[in-house]
């Protein structure tokens, strides 16, 4: 035992590296020997009361990182490890806090691993059993124990029984109620414990029963006590936020003096601000289909907006004179996202009340007023949609602009942000302007200095460039060329502290050359960006990092500009710009994404032009791409680039290139790719599958599998509901049923049903199923991808010998009905007209009712 003891001093105190990390080493390899003796003999250190307390709290976290890294605590017998429970029991009361906190922290992790399981049930009885203890030592250790335990299933992502949960609960609500240490322990376990209370919470008698604690810990006048619960209700209000209503007023009474107290403030602030953002999520995924969710509570936070907002736009007023940063992280700053995302969730029944105080502060004397005036409609622009607000937007446009020039800097900035904004959000409010040459020249003169408000007016005119691409009647052309060369002012700079302003300017330069509509100017820009490609390596650093990017872009937009114009190839414009890119890699000696997005737009304008260049691209650069497995962004530069090659040539151009569908495959095996890699990957095998049509064949069952395990893994997704992934397996949606559409037309040619493929189109509708249900809320482009899917199913493999009934069984099960119905709600929108048509052209085939109309 001593041997192993001074093991541990050892590691935790030597002060020779190698010492330490020579009994480092030791310990590991007896805790993968001989695992019980490993835990038993750390145990027994932690304990022991010859050993000094430094000693003895090492071997608690060496106990404690074992029992969680890799989950070393299974790999030991019952009988130690019931021996082991006893052993950190018996710590919890001891004189000595850190051996304490240590006995808690390793109890916590032991509870992590046990309690998901339905493994030592009898803890947290034992633990809210203590917190009813006489000794208040032995409250805090208890509380202090499920706090701890509440902290590591949150981080570790994991739930217990309801049961279990509802002593939990009952054991914190009880420290609630307790002295000041243990309260506030109580506080920090409930904000932890709120991932795994849903179901306790949903019973009305116990959520009264804890929101009547919390709202009281709310106005205590403990400062310490105050900050924390105020701090916890960011997290409770979301936890109860489908009876908001119940507790709304509540909730404001125990905030309303908060908002107005400078230690209080932000936190109390952000719970509304919380509040509202929950309410505008909700309600953007009730809007992406018409199918409703949750209450989105809207109605709640009316109860009380008037004093609501009347809090948020007077701490708007709040400005230090020494602040260098107008988006510093203060009172003012959470007051303007308070309102921003109150504006957006309250809509017109608000706006007044901020017009009201921007005309009472605007031209006010005070600089914090004129500054919070300011603030205060951009935080309306920045969430609004209604035509009073681009009127008011019209009319004001002029004043903002004024303030630019206001004595105060910070004044001058907030109107920088405001104008931003309006550009943002009513770009027109700008560019129809009688007076729009006039303020469009005069926001780039701004461009020549190197402020906060250089950015914002840079962004402005960007931001401005955005409403081109609605201008179909080229109404705005005449400022493309005049903004380009005010952009191309900040790209040639050198006196910044790094490349932001350049990307940005690079942002707005692409956005106008997305809008031109003569190809032959586009050429000019693109003879000048070679120009610029060729000198730009003689820049250094940050300046050289963001005009090679921005260059690479704009290539890419231009070449893609003359695919859209319907510009016929120039082979010598093809070859000039393709040893352009290789040079580039050439000189780098690598290659990356920007510069594989330029080639892609090259063959997209080349086609079949591009078979000259294949075999040199394929061999010397896109080989070395597609081998970059672990740089995601340069991998799947490759792999995009790859598919539209592919989509660029006839097969027999390409054909010798096919065997590159097995590596394709091969990579969406690997546990070493990322997962946004593997949805680029089968984007990539849906493109070459569809040129290559029965020649990919051979790869079918290879691909099915593919797609199959990834039906299986969205399907668990959407059992578990981890709506943090919902982005991702959105997009592996769209993948999946992108793949599955391209091998259903690529593999039935000339009317010759694939049987293979036949055969999984039960798979495939329960994927459908499961993907497309409304809890869900699926897009309408997904729920058209489904119904395509489908309906291609029924048309492809309606002549299948002795199947007749498949396709008719597809065409009326529940499953297609329910989705076409969901299309109908959107039948304005040409392509779900046309899929209904579609689906009804169908039915006529079978002699079935038409009832999609």
């Not at 005009?547 to 695919?563: D, K, M, P, T, Y």
Request: charged residues 20%; aromatic residues 10%.
């Amino acid at each position: 035992m001593q041997e192993f003891v001074e093991l541990i001093q050892a590691a935790f105190f030597a002060k020779e590296n190698n010492q330490r990390s020579q009994a480092e080493q030791q310990l590991v390899n007896l805790k993968h020997q001989l695992p019980n003796d490993f835990f038993q003999k750390c145990s027994s250190a932690f304990i022991s009361p010859q050993l000094d307390s430094q000693t003895r709290v090492a071997a608690g976290t060496l106990l404690q990182r074992c029992i969680s890294y890799e989950q070393g605590w299974l790999t030991i017998g019952l009988d130690v490890k019931r021996k082991i429970k006893d052993e950190l029991l018996s710590q919890l009361i001891s004189s000595d806090q850190n051996i304490k906190k240590s006995a808690a922290s390793c109890l916590s992790g032991i509870c992590a691993i046990e309690l998901p399981r339905q493994e030592w049930p009898e803890i947290i009885s034992i633990l809210v059993s203590n917190t009813r203890h006489e000794s208040i030592e032995v409250k805090k250790a208890a509380t202090i124990t499920l706090g701890y335990i509440c902290e590591a299933l949150k981080n570790q992502k994991q739930s217990i029984e309801k049961t279990e949960s509802e002593k939990v609960l009952y054991g914190i609500c009880m420290g609630l109620q307790g002295e000041k240490q243990i309260k506030l322990i109580s506080i920090r376990a409930l904000k932890d414990s709120l991932q795994f209370m849903d179901q306790v919470l949903a019973q009305q008698q116990i959520r009264d029963h804890v929101t009547k604690l919390l709202v009281e810990s709310a106005i205590s006048q403990d400062a310490e006590i105050r900050l924390a619960s105020l701090e916890c209700l960011i997290d409770y209000t979301k936890a109860i936020f489908d009876y908001l209503e119940q507790y709304i007023l509540g909730l404001w009474n125990c905030t309303q003096e908060s908002i107005f107290h400078k230690d209080f403030a932000i936190v109390a602030i952000e719970i509304w601000q919380s509040i509202a953002s929950e309410i505008n999520e909700r309600q953007a995924v009730s809007n992406r289909t018409n199918l409703g969710f949750r209450k989105t509570q809207k109605d709640a936070l009316q109860l009380i907006s008037q004093q609501l907002i009347q809090a948020v736009l007077q701490n708007l007023l709040i400005s230090d004179e020494d602040e260098e940063d107008d988006e510093e992280q203060g009172i003012q700053e959470a007051a303007y996202k308070a309102a921003s995302s109150i504006s957006e969730a309250l809509g017109n029944l608000c706006y007044q009340l901020y017009l009201r105080f921007i005309e009472n502060t605007l031209q006010a004397q005070e600089w914090q007023n004129r500054k919070a005036s300011l603030l205060a409609f951009s935080s309306m622009v920045e969430t609004a949609d209604v035509l009073d607000l681009f009127q008011y937007s019209n009319s004001a446009i002029g004043e903002f602009i004024k303030k630019l020039a206001d004595p105060h800097k910070q004044v001058r900035y907030a109107a920088g942000r405001v104008i931003t904004r309006i550009a943002e959000n009513y770009p027109l409010v700008i560019l129809k302007h009688q007076f729009a040459d006039e303020y469009i020249n005069q926001f780039s003169q701004f461009l020549q200095g190197n402020t906060k408000l250089t950015k914002y007016l840079l962004w402005t005119l960007v931001n401005i460039t955005e409403a081109f691409r609605d201008d179909p009647i080229n109404q705005f052309g005449k400022y493309y060329d005049f903004l380009i060369s005010q952009f191309a002012t900040i790209i040639g700079r050198q006196d910044f502290q790094n490349g932001t302003l350049l990307d940005i300017a690079w942002v707005g330069i692409i956005n106008c050359l997305q809008c031109v509509k003569e190809p032959q100017k586009i050429k000019t820009y693109l003879e000048a960006f070679g120009q610029q490609m060729v000198a730009v390596y003689s820049q250094s650093g940050w300046q050289k990092e963001a005009n090679i990017s921005g260059l690479l872009s704009a290539i890419h937009i231009c070449f893609l500009r003359l695919v859209v114009l319907g510009d016929q190839c120039d082979i010598q414009l093809m070859n000039n710009f393709y040893a352009l890119i290789v040079d580039y890699f050439k000189k780098i000696q690598t290659v990356t994404q920007d510069g594989f997005y330029a080639i892609s737009a090259i063959a997209q304008y080349s086609k079949i032009n591009f078979k000259s260049l294949l075999d040199d691209f394929m061999q010397n650069y896109l080989e070395i791409g597609l081998q970059k497995k672990l740089e995601i962004e340069t991998f799947k530069g490759a792999i995009l680039c790859l598919a539209d090659i592919a989509r660029s040539l006839q097969f027999k151009e390409f054909s010798k290139y096919l065997r590159i569908l097995q590596y394709l495959i091969t990579c969406v095996n690997d546990s070493q790719v990322n997962r946004v890699a593997k949805i680029a990957l089968f984007v990539c095998i849906a493109d070459i599958v569809l040129i290559a049509e029965q020649d990919a064949e051979p790869y079918f069952q290879a691909i099915w599998q593919l797609v199959k395990s990834g039906f299986t893994a969205s399907i668990y997704f959407t059992q578990n509901k981890d709506m943090t992934q919902l982005e991702y397996y959105e997009s592996l949606n769209d993948a999946l049923l992108n793949c599955y559409l391209c091998m259903l037309h690529a593999f039935n040619l000339n009317k010759v049903p694939y049987i293979p493929l036949y055969q999984t189109i039960s798979e495939l509708c329960i994927f459908i199923q499961a993907t497309s249900d409304k809890s869900l809320t699926p897009t309408v482009e997904y729920i058209r991808l489904c119904v395509t899917c489908l309906l291609d199913c029924v048309a492809y493999y309606k002549q299948v010998k002795g199947q007749e009934n498949m396709s008719q069984k597809i065409l009326t099960s529940p499953l297609l009905i329910s989705l076409l119905d969901m299309l109908k709600q959107y039948s304005n929108q040409q392509e779900n007209q046309q899929l209904i048509m579609y689906a009804n052209d169908l039915c006529k085939s079978f002699q079935l009712p038409q009832n999609l109309n």
